[in-house]
């Protein structure tokens, strides 16, 4: 029998108003060939973060095959510029295809290489900051993405729950774990409780971190 949470998960979903059908396709076969992407009701915040937000630049960390840029140029305003970052050798060339098959090799761009390298070297500002790269490694990103986003900007972190494990003590969490797990407990203290920024942790999906660059005026106060 599915747990309360999972069958209020599958009621939500089937509200949804659906992907178009050559994103359902990328979702399946990311699926059969075992690359995680974002869940159904990631994509149903996202759709609505971005309606909201409405940036002109989105910044990704973390692109996999690709179907998360491609999920979020559906839905972000017309003419919004994407930039998604992947270090994987194998999945950059699938990515590559998938934006250029599909069409959207105008509006996003891959840069290939480790984001702790590439993150320095990015100039100007992004109004949406989408995070989903080595759990381990948000802690570590935290000060370029802050610096890259403006003011009014949003930064959504996926994955922080992991699994729920971040609720355990850290010898409950197996020892090839903890490194992680501490790490993104130190996140999640480091968003909630940063001067500059207003976030929420949702259970969604498997936890979702939105943030909220405050603007001069707002620190001022």
């Known amino acids: 029998m599915m747990k309360a949470e999972e069958r209020l998960a599958v009621f939500i979903n089937s509200l949804d108003c659906?992907?178009?059908a050559y994103l359902d396709e990328l979702e399946n076969a990311?699926?059969?060939e075992?690359?995680?992407?974002i869940r159904k009701e990631t994509q149903s915040l996202l759709r609505t973060l971005l309606a909201a937000g409405r940036p002109e630049r989105?910044?990704?960390v973390g692109t996999a095959t690709g179907f998360s840029a491609l999920c979020m140029s559906e839905y972000a305003p017309s003419g919004?510029?994407?930039t998604t970052i992947e270090k994987y050798e194998k999945r950059i060339p699938v990515a590559k295809e998938n934006f250029k098959k599909y069409g959207k090799e105008g509006c996003i761009t891959l840069l290939e290489g480790d984001a702790a390298d590439i993150l320095p070297g990015l100039k100007g500002q992004y109004g949406f900051i989408f995070m989903d790269a080595a759990k381990g490694q948000y802690l570590h990103f935290l000060p370029e993405v802050f610096r890259l986003l403006e003011p009014d900007g949003m930064l959504v972190s996926d994955n922080v729950l992991q699994g729920g494990d971040i609720l355990e003590s850290r010898y409950a969490v197996t020892r090839r774990d903890r490194t992680i797990h501490a790490r993104m407990r130190e996140y999640l203290y480091e968003i909630k409780h940063h001067p500059c920024l207003v976030t929420s942790?949702?259970?969604v999906g498997d936890g979702v971190a939105?943030?909220?660059k405050k603007t001069?005026?707002?620190i001022a106060g």
Not at 34 to 37: K, Q, R
């Open 18 to 20: 659906g992907n178009p």
């Open 30 to 32: 990311a699926k059969e």
């Open 216 to 218: 001069a005026k707002d």
């Open 210 to 212: 939105v943030s909220v």
């Open 58 to 60: 989105i910044l990704e």
């Open 80 to 82: 919004c510029e994407i």
């Open 34 to 37: 075992g690359v995680p992407i």
């Open 201 to 203: 942790i949702l259970p």
